[in-house]
């Protein structure tokens, strides 16, 4: 039986890590939620995630400091981002920098689930974000 893939969420927002933490568990993902960077940052077990979804805007490190500091700890590690920050700049430097997707809040399940399943193929990214 083939391990189910475990994502890592990253939001200081309760309601979405709630939310997406149940959405994966329906859709037959594991994942862990985080309250911020420092809290996923600090975990032993960081370079085990087969992806991590997280916010731009945190408290904090953000999320673009965050990937900043993932790409030395766990580079392959492919990283969505969700946000309610419609800045093309952010946008721009998170896609530039590797991130697997940025995408706006609110975000249909079936485009995230989409990303994620790309993500997690390590296949090419899908074309619309």
Do not use: W
């Amino acid at each position: 039986m083939l391990k189910a893939p475990v994502i890592a969420i990253v939001d200081d927002d309760d309601s979405v890590r709630e939310a997406l933490s149940d959405l994966l568990q329906v859709t037959g993902f594991a994942s862990r939620a985080f309250a911020s960077a420092n809290a996923l940052l600090s975990d032993a077990a960081i370079d085990d995630f087969d992806c991590i979804i997280t916010d731009v805007r945190m408290p904090g490190i953000d999320g673009i400091q965050l990937q900043a500091r993932l790409r030395t700890l766990c580079p392959a590690t492919p990283l969505i981002f969700i946000t309610s920050a419609h800045d093309p700049a952010t946008r721009n430097r998170a896609l530039e920098c590797g991130a697997h997707a940025y995408l706006a809040k609110p975000i249909g399940d079936d485009v995230l689930l989409a990303h994620l399943e790309s993500a997690l193929d390590r296949g090419e990214r899908p074309g619309a974000r």
